[in-house]
């Protein structure tokens, strides 16, 4: 078979190593609480980000020739699927998310469309057969084509929500052939720029519908994925409904879905919303949503979704302790919704990128499971609480107290005293462990 890549398998060499071609940190069999590292970092690769980019930008054309490049777009997805199977196999990562759309391209009807997706889909389905790769998550593109320039479960046009339906029963069917653990719904272009042209009741509750319809599907076809929501808060409309997991937590218990839809939560799409990382996986996390992650990382000074890997350190480890207080992610993982920078053109830097992200959350996850082994923070903060354990703090936890009383006692005792923060000590502890 033909050998798209020159760089062969890329092994462990440890923290000292100058190797760029091989892992510094994530060792994968290496035991952390009682788990083998890879466990814990269930790593998929992008379909779009890695064999689809090819480094074009809003004010550049592309800078990257990749070597399973092909002038018939279905040959060229075909393609795709073994570049991608050795890509995976040589950096040892175990599982693949992808778009209908990228997998196989859009062809001039829906049924020529589908019926490319089920050839190539099958031929994922045989290569998988043959090694230890499997589908994490699936998902429908219903944002790229211009059908979709005013949504597609929000689009005014009904023809528009049914195309977007019928494509999400597509996308479904081969993410239960692909044997796919989790399907993924991003809002794509589900939402608004302005309210002079926008009925947002009626738009929010056709995206409940198409969501509704979704979830029955997800058991009728047997699929039995677990259904995520991608919260991101703008781009590329001004308003998106999913603005973030607080957000998408309201409108799902409005409509009655919150029992059927985790979280897939992307670092880029936190900090555009003005979060951090770990206030999102946070926030899911303590409200028993958190789902799956979209690894990756933006640039504070940019104002967009750059999908950069992950290389903060800092942030991995903040997130690790989110999922290690989880209890992990289930049937979710990590999916490098990264793409390499337009300067980073060759295929090296592909293999380069994926090594720096698995190696910072493998930093991250060593880092996270020490403070937790040492219950740096939780002890702190179980002191931090203590008020609420005894006397009319107990009260108010258990909810055995009225406005009233509260009055009374407060009157009684009103010369308050606090204790401190110690957010700058806390600060630098975890420096310490970092
Ligand atoms: C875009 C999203 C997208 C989803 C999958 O911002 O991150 O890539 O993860 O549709
Ligand atoms: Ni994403
Ligand atoms: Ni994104």
Redesign the pocket.
Known sequence: MKEYFTVGKIQYEGPKSTNPLAFKYYNKDEMILGKPMKEHLKFAM?W?HTLCAKGSDQFGSNTMVRSFENSDPVKEAFEKVDAGFEFMDKLGIEYFCF?DRDMAPEMDTLAESNRVLDEVSDYVLEKMKGSQIKCLWG?A?CFNHKRYLAGAGTSPNADVFAYAAAQIKKAMDITKKLGGENY?F?G?REGYDTLLNTDVKQELDHYATLLTLARDYNKKSGLNAQLLI?P?PK?PTKHQYDFDVQTVLGFLKNYGLEHDFKM?I?A??ATLAIHTFNHELNMARIHGILGSI?ANQGDMLLGW?T?QFPTNLYDATLAMYEVLLNGGLGKGGL?F?AKVRRQSFTDEDLFISYIAGMDTFARGLRVAAKLLEDKVFENFKQERYVSYTTGIGKKIADKKITLEELSEYALAHDTIQNTSGRQEWLEAVLNQYL
């Open positions: 992008s779009w778009h998902t593109n993924v991003w794509g991608e991101k781009e897939n992307e880029n799409h979209d979704d999908d999916n919704d």
